[in-house]
Every structure is written in C-alpha cells, then in structure tokens.
C-alpha cells in the first residue's frame, strides 16, 4: 500500500526558485577576471537562469544534452549552471587547471555540444576545439562581443547578448529525479579519469543531508564564501545547499591568495568558507604577515586532503574561527564524514577535541560505512586498525560515465581507494590511499600520518611520504620536505624529531628538502609524480643529509 | 538520461539502524504510568524494535497491514513504532484522549489488527473492543501478563511476553519509498476525522527537512524532551528527526504538568523540546510559583496553536530559553513554516525580533506556499492582505485514506483551511481559521489577534473569540475570557484594554467571564463547542458586565 502523499520530485531547479521567492533579495557577490565587484541577488539570478534556458533550448539543447562549463567561480557560472539543469541538460564541469589534452579528452568523452568559458580560458579552446567534433559554439561568461577562437568552424558568442533576446520565464523541472544532472571527472592520477554521473534526487538528497548542525550547519544567516571550485563535485555542494537555505554567496573568481579572499571575507561579512588545506594555508600566512583579523568569520569546512592541525589551531587560538574537516571524493557527491562532536566529545575539553577534528569525522545520515581487510572480512571499529573504506547511500556513485564497469562489491557498496580507521564514537580517519600506503615488511605505514607529524616540525612548510623500493622490507618510507620561508634544518633534526612521535619503524630511512613538491590540478600533491621523480632514489644517503638545508626569502609560488 | 547513482529507498527503518549504529550509547530515558525512570539507547531500542518485527511478522503481519498503537510517549511506544514500520506495516497512532466512540470509529475505519495500548488505556479498549472485528490481539505495552480484557474473543498479551522469544535480528526496508508508514487521523472538528497515510519518503524527506539550523536546529549534542504525543503527527517528525541526527530523547509519559516536564528537563540534561502553548503555559506557571530554573534548555518549538507573546518573553526573559514557533498540520507532516529569523530580521534587536517570533514563520525548502483569495487569486505578500492559505510539495497529504476524495487545487496544491497573510520577508501568519474568520459588514475579523491582545490584560489567563449573528452585521466578535488564579477585571477594563491596540470595529461587542474554556482532544481550544454553548447569546450585554469578576485561587485544571 503506497502513501497518499504529493508527488514531487527532487529535482535542482525547485532549489533557486525556492531561493528567488523567498530570499530573493539575498547577495550574490562575483569577482570579475578584472578585480571588479558585481552585486546581484537570488531574484536576478534566476531570471537570468530563465533566459540562459531559454537560449539552450533555442540552441536546440535538451534532456540528457552536455552542456560544459569551464571557468572559475562567478555568478554567471551559476546562472548558467542552474539554466543547464533546469531543462534536464547535463552541466559537465571542466576544471581549467587540466592540461589541455585533457580537457579536450574529457570534451570528447562526454561530447560537450556547448561550452560556456571565461575568456581567461580562451587560449585553452583555441587549442582543443580542432580536435572536439561535438562541441557546436563557445560562448564566454564574462566578455559582451569575443573576438574569434582563431578556428572558424565554431562561433563563439558573448554571454550577455546569447541571453539578452531570451524571455526571463519559462518552466524548469517536472521531469524524473533520477534524471542526471551534473557530469564531474575524478582527476584520475592513474588511469584516465572517470566521469560521475549525479542525479537530481542525488544532489538534493546531498543538499539536505550537508546543510544541518552536524555538517556544514547552513542557514539563512549566512554569507558563504565558495572559495572551493564549482568543478571540485558541485563546490562540495555548496551550489545546492546555499539556495537550499537562502545563504548569501560570495564567489571570488580566479583569485584565491590570502590577501584576496581575506579582502573579501572582510568587505562582504562572510560568515563561512569551505575550501582545500592549501588555500587556509596562503590565507593564513598572509594574516600572519599582516596582522590581519577576521571580523565576521566563524567557521570553515577544510576538505580536499586532510587538514594539518596547525590550520585547526591557528584558526582556533588566533582567530577564533572553528575548522571543521570534511572527507569526500566526487564518487560520494561529495561530502559523506564530518568531525562535529557528538555528546560525548562535546564535553571534553577544546584541548583534547582537537584529536577528533584531525579525523575526517562520522558519517552523515543515509551514509553507509564498512571497514574491511583485503579478503572483505569487517575489521573493527577500534580506531586503530586500519581497513579499506568502502561506502554506499544515495548519494555514492554506482558506475561511471559512458562505461559498463562498475565498482561495487556484491553488497552494493564502492570502494574508496582509501585506507582509514573507525573508532567507538564513530570517528573516521583516513590514514592513506591505498595507492600510496607503504608496505614494509608486511605491515601498512601511513604515508599521511608521517606526513602529519612531520609537518609538525617548526621548519616544514609541506612534507610528502612516498615509499620506494627495499631489498629487505619491499618499501621504506622517504620523506620530502619543502622548509619554510628563511628556516633551516637537516635530515636528521627532522628525524629526531619524529622519535617517539611515530613508532620507530615508520620513521623515514631518508629525507630529501626540495623547493617545489608538484600537486596536481585540485591542489593535492601528486604523489605519482613523486614516485615518478625520487621513486629510483637508494637509501643510501645523500651527502647533503648532514648538512643543514635551509630555504631563501624569495618564493616560488 | 539518468544519473549513475546508487538506488538506496528512503525508508524509515534506516534512520534507527544509522542511530544504533553510530549513536548506539546515546540514551532514550522514558517515564512509566507508575512514574518510575528507565533507560534504554538507541542500540537497545533497534534490538527489541527487531523482536517487534519478528513478533509481527509470526502474527501475520506483512506489508501494508495496519498495527495501531495507543499509548503516551514511552520507549515501548518508540520500540514498537519502528518495529511495525521496519516490515512495511503501517503505524496507526491512536489518540487515548478522543472519545471511545471516535476511537472505535478510527480502529474500524483504519481495520487495524493489532492494537499495543498502554494499560492506561484498559478501559478504552474494553468498551470499544465488541464493535471493532478487524483486531485480532491487544499487546500491552506497559504489562508484563495483563489480566483478560473481560470479552474473550480478543486474546490481550504482555509486551514483554509477546517479544521475548524473538530474535534480535531480521531485515528491514528493501521496499519502495513510497510505501505508506503511518496512518494519523486529522481530529476533525467538523465531520468525521480523515486519515492521513505517510508514505516512508514524505516521513524522511521531512525530517531531513526540519533537522536544519532554519527549523528545529537538531544535532547530535542534543537532549529531546517529547513533550509533543507521539499520536500527533509523529511527534511534530521529531520521532524520525531524532534518530536522524542521533540526539537523546527524554518521553515523558502521560504526566505533562509543569512540576514533572520541569524535573525531567533538569535531572535528565535536555537541551530542546517541542509542545504546545497549553504545555508551556503550564510549565511556565510551575516556575513563577517554585522560583525553579532552566540549567541546560536552550529552546523550544511551540506549535500545535498560535504561541501567546506572553510566553514568548517569560522564556526569553525570564529563562533565557529560545522560543520558536512552527506551524503546520497533520496533512502537512506537519512541520512547513517555521520563524528562524533570516539575514535582515536576525540584524534586529530582540525586542524588534518578537514581532517575527509571533508569527508562524518562513517555509521550509521542498514547501511551497500560496496565498489566494475566495475566486482563487494571488494575493500579494504585503503582510497586511489575508487569503487563504494554500500549500504543496513532497510532503504535503495528496488524499485520505479510505476515500476517493482529493482537496487539491488543479495546481496540485492542499488548501489548509487557514486564513493568512505572507510579508515582504516570507513570514507567515495565521490569522484564522477559515470558519472561525468573524465576518463582519463583508470584512473579516481574525478571531486568533482578537485573543492573542486580549491575552495581554494582565488579569486574562486564558482568551476565546467567537463570531454570533447579528442582525446588521451579520457576525459580531464574543470575547470569553478565563481570568488568572486571583485576578479580576471588568468587561469594561477588558475592552478599554483592546481600544488602540486592535481596529476600533474589531473590538468585542461582548465579554463573557468563564470558569472553563473546552478543549479537543489535542489541547486546543474547541471553537465549535464554544459555538454551541455561547452562539445563542446577543449583544444585550448581560447584568455581570458592569461589575468586576474574580477568579478564586482553587483552580478546577
């Protein structure tokens, strides 16, 4: 017997009309490429949606058509990313940081019929359109008239004069919930990368199960800004979850150093901010170089790789903002744990909480969890043994784009790749990649826990553990630091200081300072490239172990 | 095309297996008929909610059949509701406090099968049981070996007794969504009651809907006094929105008076709770006259009638206790408005807030609202034009069960009954009830702000308005008014009270001094008795009105 309950389905677009009608005159905030500020508000995105719908649809664009986007995050990227999903196209987020020959090979695996770009990624498409036969026109977000791609086959088109002619109404939605939505590549560090294919039901659900007290705690209160990319799975679903509660959202463009987004954090009054390690990092040390506060900022959502504890406690003591961590990957749409404390470690003191923020946190409800060891035996939630992380719900990926393989095991669960514990309050912690886990002597060393603690050490500024080969262990860990702006130190003060901070069987056999460790295009260091780089290095070590390196002034970055 | 997500149903039975799992120590503390204390948690409660099932199961209960419970707020109730709800079986929520007849009438109506009582309830059952053939048994829920119910046709067993032979295992769920869950009669003031059949989806689409820092704020680190029956629209969601989250839950039992709902709140740590004002009122009265205090409470959801301003300010003031008002109704599962200030209002000084805080709220996202005159037409959102108030979505009643009736609009959307009016900001307010609207000379007087000021005169406990006829105006308002324990005022005090503070024509022609105010079966004030009993009298003002009534400090309630 069914429910006699009204039938309608979760589909995106009911999420920004939601937002237009009853927080219509809530701040949409957008750095332009120039530095220039554009105010806009729910109301005015959504009529501009309307016209972005309609001149898809004049476009001859439909159900199940890709659509492409490739820019950074600005209110015409939202605009037309809910004009895209409001016809039931799919919105294929390109990440611009792609090398080229990627994204040409994700155009042409998802065969993208349009593509809406900054102008800042035109000498991308100069290069890739000869070889993208799908791709129909270009239109670019943020120029009135563009000048030619250079390749006269495909028109490219101003975004304001696409959408001015087009009507501000029209009719979104009434189509199936399970009709896809949105098409975002895993960045694929071995292999080519894989296409998630979410739904409207499956983002909605995500919307609804991120935004409560004991995950990104959204209200109409507050001013959120995304300095976590669109193309980075939905901006962590802030996209659907902002609109969800009528948030403010302030989109700061290609521009993520410190000074930038701590200009904006304190002009706009942000209240929350959700991004990668890297980006608290810059922001960081630029307050720590200026004497800069934070008058409006309470909380931020690190995410992406696992958050140093000196982001936690320097935001902490210093700032007072709470840093709360957030474990996902595109497959789990993407946010599945959260490090808020339950009863119990609510009662402990600050001191002692900051053990349970270093985790990646509990997992949200509708989220399936299951710890097992490589022959799918269960492993206990003790919070030491390690496990493969393998997970299932609603929002959890149960294939890919344009293949037949799917990676689920029998019990419909998919497999993370990652290797984590799970204590008794429920707490996940991912201690590696099962790709990147160092096998010595038959037993795991977590490349991310040496990482960790070694980040500890006044000196370092990043550290990476990868392991390479050992004629007697298999593998032994070797650890690659980057020190610093002016401090110094050898191999073996980083050593020591390791001693009995990790057992003494994981401390590296070697340690190498480097000025550059190469992250790949979502901000991660590419621990591939560092297998490729030092992976033939011996353990014998260098001649200038026992010297004390030490790192210039002058950055890099 | 659709996405590549995984199927996962949203079942109900998933929200207790998340909190056994991952929340299983958080406790579940409920208070006996005899007034004694146990404790329980989640991981117990899924435990025996499992023997439920499996008992249900060897009773012949399978999907769609209906299992009624009839009983107070108790961990038995909680166990046994997710029991019948985890096989598919559907959780008819019995009112004890209806009349038997209407009870009977409900039973045969539903056909339900199986009735779990508290053995509060003995009587009832035993005076109804001869006219309702579909029940098979009686389990109780409170009784260890109940004595015979006096009619031998129907076997009554201990609770107990009935589970303690089945396994603490079985499988849950693996059916659609859209399976119906619970069965819960509207109490039907007019007519006969109408059966509102909850389908799994719309239960936990609304408590994922109401778990958010916009509505009930629910997370993890909370302590849940149910003050609100669990018969009554499941507990306001909170029955599925607690688990949701993994918060503790206090049930109270059948004692909601001041003095006990106040020993809970501070023995047991509560942290949040949700009532009606009739609850709250009295809670409020045990406190003024014991000098006791809040140490844990934080807020509470006032719903069920419109929250006097009175209790408002006393929690505020007096407590520093959050009062949030919510509105909704069976048919709307229930929760839909709720009045969390958003970004404009929440810059306001509190004493600006209160004015927001009275009225019924914002909606939630998923619900959509409409406000529409007698032929139809939109209304405009001015805060001042009152219409009827029409609603829709995922979670908003299609039908009644038992019945081919439909009461939506060719929209799609349920007329609610309620005259309201929406403001600039999305605030709704009741105004009325549409047959309780006073018509008068073709302008409506709201009956509900007719009460809410009278409720301010000092001496009035407690305030109804009702229309009578009137020869020129048609309808004239009748105000009755309940004085506080040893307060007097004249019906002249009263109305030179109301003269500035409501319209001139809105003032009552009459004031009447009543010991008692008839309430329905859900604490709310029973306008049509009051219809009944006063609906006779005329505006020749009666001899008493010229002198000043008194109210004795013996109090009948």
Redesign the interface.
């Given at each position: 017997?069914?429910?006699?309950?009204?039938?309608?389905e979760?589909t995106l677009d009911?999420?920004l009309t939601?937002a237009s009608?009853?927080?219509g005159n809530?701040p949409i905030v957008s750095r332009a490429a120039d530095g220039s500020i554009c105010r806009t508000d729910y109301a005015g995105i959504a009529l501009r949606a309307h016209r972005v719908s309609n001149a898809l649809r004049a476009a001859g664009i439909g159900?199940?058509d890709r659509v492409a986007t490739l820019g950074w995050n600005g209110y015409q990227h939202f605009e037309a990313w809910y004009g895209i999903i409001g016809i039931g196209a799919?919105c294929h987020t390109l990440n611009p940081r792609l090398l080229n020959e990627q994204i040409a090979y994700l155009v042409n695996h998802a065969g993208d019929r349009i593509i809406l770009a900054d102008q800042a990624c035109r000498d991308i498409l100069v290069e890739i359109l000869p070889q993208c036969p799908t791709v129909e026109c270009v239109i670019f977000l943020d120029e009135e008239t563009p000048s030619p791609l250079g390749n006269g086959d495909i028109p490219a088109t101003g975004y304001e004069t696409w959408i001015s002619s087009q009507p501000e109404q029209g009719n979104w939605g009434a189509f199936?919930e399970?009709?896809?939505?949105g098409l975002c590549y895993t960045s694929g560090t071995t292999g080519n990368p894989k296409g998630?294919?979410?739904?409207?039901?499956?983002n909605y659900?995500h919307a609804?199960?991120v935004?409560?007290?004991?995950a990104l705690?959204?209200?109409?209160?507050d001013?959120v800004l995304l300095a976590v990319p669109m193309y980075h799975a939905n901006a962590w679903g802030v996209v659907y979850a902002a609109p969800?509660?009528?948030a403010?959202l302030v989109l700061p463009g290609q521009k993520l150093d410190g000074a930038s987004l701590h200009e904006l954090i304190e002009t706009e009054g942000v209240t929350y901010s959700a991004g990668v390690p890297t980006i608290w990092q810059m922001l960081l040390t630029h307050l720590r170089d200026t004497g800069g506060t934070f008058s409006t900022l309470q909380r931020v959502t690190v995410g992406g790789s696992a958050c140093p504890e000196t982001i936690i406690r320097e935001f902490r003591d210093v700032h007072g903002v709470d840093v709360i961590q957030g474990w996902g990957m595109t497959e789990t749409s993407p946010l599945a744990t959260v490090s808020?404390?339950?009863?119990r470690i609510?009662a402990l003191s600050p001191e002692e909480q900051v053990a349970y923020k270093l985790k990646q946190g509990?997992?949200l409800?509708?989220i399936e969890l299951k710890l097992v060891d490589d022959t799918g035996q269960q492993l206990p939630h003790d919070g030491r043994t390690p496990g493969r992380l393998l997970i299932?719900?609603?929002?959890?990926?149960?294939?890919?784009?344009g293949t037949d393989s799917t990676s689920?095991d029998e019990e419909?669960y998919?497999d993370t790749g990652d290797i984590a514990t799970l204590d008794h309050d429920?707490y996940m912690q991912i201690t590696d990649r099962a790709k990147d886990v160092i096998k010595s002597g038959g037993e795991w060393i977590s490349s991310v826990d040496v990482e960790n603690i070694a980040m500890g050490h006044p000196a370092a500024e990043v550290c990476a553990v990868i392991g390479i080969p050992h004629p007697k262990w298999d593998e032994r860990p070797l650890l690659l630091v980057r020190l610093r702006k002016n401090a110094s130190a050898s191999a073996e003060e980083i050593r020591d200081y390791l001693k009995g901070r990790i057992a003494s069987w994981w401390i590296p056999d070697r340690v190498e300072f480097v000025d550059d460790l190469p992250t790949g295009p979502t901000g991660k260091i590419d621990k591939k490239k560092l297998r490729d780089l030092y992976g033939g290095l011996t353990f014998i070590q260098s001649p200038e172990d026992k010297a004390t390196a030490k790192r210039s002034g002058a950055d890099q970055a």
């Open positions: 017997m069914q429910g006699l309950m009204q039938e309608a979760l009911r999420l939601y009608e009853w927080h809530t159900k199940g799919i199936d399970r009709q896809a939505a998630v294919l979410y739904s409207h039901r499956s659900l609804m199960m935004l409560g007290p004991d705690n959204l209200s109409a209160r001013t969800m509660v009528g403010g808020i404390p339950n009863r609510s509990r997992p409800s509708g299932r719900g609603p929002t959890i990926a149960s294939g890919y784009f689920l419909g998919f429920g």
